[in-house]
């Protein structure tokens, strides 16, 4: 099959989050199995910069809208891939994120930015950019491509499109007005399209919404976010019209980076390491240790925190349980950025617990190895999770997972049984309420299995033998492609 990924952000190239990850992984995955993938997303400058002496090929320029718009294309890296890059100086060359200039704000001129990256990936679908490709599936991911599944709904040829849901919460909400100014046409596929059951939202035009009202299919990234967004609390005001689409929509899991993310041959860390000499992971922990906190203990048990620090990942809680977590003979540390009040928050936590608690702000993937690999145990207190990565590298670091029990997390890791030596096959610690007492009396269960070492490496093996490999997830996008192609016949 041919499948063309459209996306907002690609490893190592731009990354805010998990979906660049998945951006980067999912496409290699489906190449391996023998389809043609290639990606298509905004050459923001940052990106232009991090390619440097790697030379694009302008394949296409048009003009939309009074803006000049040409199709870069380059592979991704080590791959035969080949990557689209959409540039627009007027809107994607500026410095800052690729949303906003910082995480808290976004352009104001967003809705004009992803419709034209939208409206290019539809010539490039269409065959109307590059030299006789034309995709089978049109993979969208995210609001930002929420408009593609709109505008190729009455397009012939039409290939077939799936939306994927890698965060409800993040809608792509704009006005009247800047609907308006998008020009879109009036009706779409006999539907009038500022309505609600097009892609009218509470009176905002809603990019996710177009993509799940016009989408041949839309997925979430885990089978429990799937059922959860169904429901009022983690709906987002969606939960009505996902019902409505009943078997349209279903969850397909993530997988992890098995490569990136390997302990056996990791570089960025102090000591490699397997399950059979997981007594060699302790040195990762004194690096850890050494490096952040000045001192080594391998006794001292060591939370780490790798993390966006948003309201969605939790971190609330785990300032609330602090001066109760601070009586346990724990350390935590602590590499995340995002709003800032959480920022402070912790950056305070740190001065009122001097060696007990360490926070590095900013965005480091070295760190993000040396603590996934160096800590005892990952803290992911997330409110909601759509699938989540580190509990998945942790676990295949031996470093054992406490996290809420929602979506991907409840998933993919498997709950100890609550003080008892008979641990199966469990994997790491879940609690089931959004509450602090709820994450303390997860960390005093998490406390009891690591004062018995046995047990404990039973836990972080049992953990390290999961199977988080791409490929079965990738088997599952290309079953669900390949239904929809059937279905159109
Ligand atoms: P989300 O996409 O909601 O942020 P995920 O768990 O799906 O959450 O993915 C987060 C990804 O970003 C992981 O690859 C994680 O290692 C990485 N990450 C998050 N924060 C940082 C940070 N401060 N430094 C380095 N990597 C980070």
Request: proline share 5%.
């Amino acid at each position: 099959m041919k499948i063309l990924f459209a996306c907002s952000e690609l490893y190592p190239l731009i990354k805010t989050g998990g979906l660049a990850d998945v951006a980067y992984n999912l496409p290699l995955a489906l190449s391996r199995l023998g389809h043609q993938v290639r990606i298509v997303l905004p050459a923001y400058r940052s990106l232009l910069n991090e390619l440097g002496h790697l030379r694009a090929v302008v394949a296409f320029s048009t003009r939309i809208d009074g803006y000049r718009l040409s199709l870069l294309k380059i592979n991704l890296e080590n791959t035969a891939i080949p990557v689209y890059l959409i540039d627009c100086p007027e809107l994607f060359d500026r410095s800052g994120g690729p949303y906003g200039e910082d995480r808290e704000h976004g352009w104001p001129d967003n809705a004009k930015r992803f419709a034209l990256f939208c409206r290019m990936v539809t010539l490039i679908a269409m065959d109307q950019a590059d030299q006789s490709w034309q995709p089978d599936i049109v993979h969208c991911n995210d609001w930002h491509t929420g408009l593609v599944p709109l505008l190729l709904a009455t397009a012939k040829p039409r290939p077939r499109t799936l939306f994927t849901i890698h965060n409800l919460a993040y809608q792509g909400l704009f006005d009247e007005e800047e609907f308006k100014a998008l020009k879109l046409p009036e009706m779409v596929d006999g539907k009038r399209l500022w309505d609600y059951r097009a892609v009218e939202f509470y009176g905002q035009m809603s990019f996710m919404k177009a993509a799940i009202v016009f989408s041949d299919a839309v997925n979430t990234v885990s089978a429990g976010y799937a059922r959860e967004v169904l429901t009022e609390q983690f709906g987002c005001g969606l939960e009505g019209l996902l019902q409505s689409i009943g078997p349209r929509f279903s969850g397909i899991a993530n997988g992890i980076d098995n490569r990136l993310w390997d302990p056996g041959n990791d570089q960025l860390i102090d000591t490699v390491y397997g399950t059979s000499s997981l007594h060699r992971k302790v040195f990762n922990k004194l690096a850890l240790q050494e490096a952040f906190f000045h001192a080594r203990n391998s006794e001292r048990l060591v939370l780490g925190v790798v993390s966006r620090l948003t309201p969605q990942k939790g971190f609330d809680l785990l300032l609330e349980a602090l001066p109760l977590i601070m009586q346990m003979p724990v350390d935590i540390l602590l590499l995340g950025s995002g709003d800032q009040k959480l920022e402070k928050a912790f950056k305070q936590a740190a001065l009122k617990y001097p060696s007990r608690i360490e926070v590095k702000l900013g965005y480091d993937e070295k760190i993000a190895h040396l603590v996934i690999a160096g800590a005892d145990a990952l803290l992911i207190p997330s409110r909601y999770e759509p699938c989540g990565l580190t509990q998945m590298y942790a676990q295949r670091y031996g470093t054992i997972p406490v996290a809420q029990g929602v979506g991907g997390l409840a998933d993919t890791i498997i709950d100890i049984p609550p003080f008892s030596e008979d641990i199966a096959d469990a994997t790491g610690v879940l609690f089931w309420q959004y509450s602090s007492s709820a994450l303390v009396e997860a960390l005093q269960r998490l406390e009891f299995v690591y004062s018995n070492r046995l047990l404990w490496r039973d836990l972080q093996r049992a953990g390290m033998c999961e199977d988080f490999s791409w490929e079965s997830s990738a088997k599952e996008y290309a079953q669900l492609y390949k239904s929809l192609l059937v279905a159109q016949r």
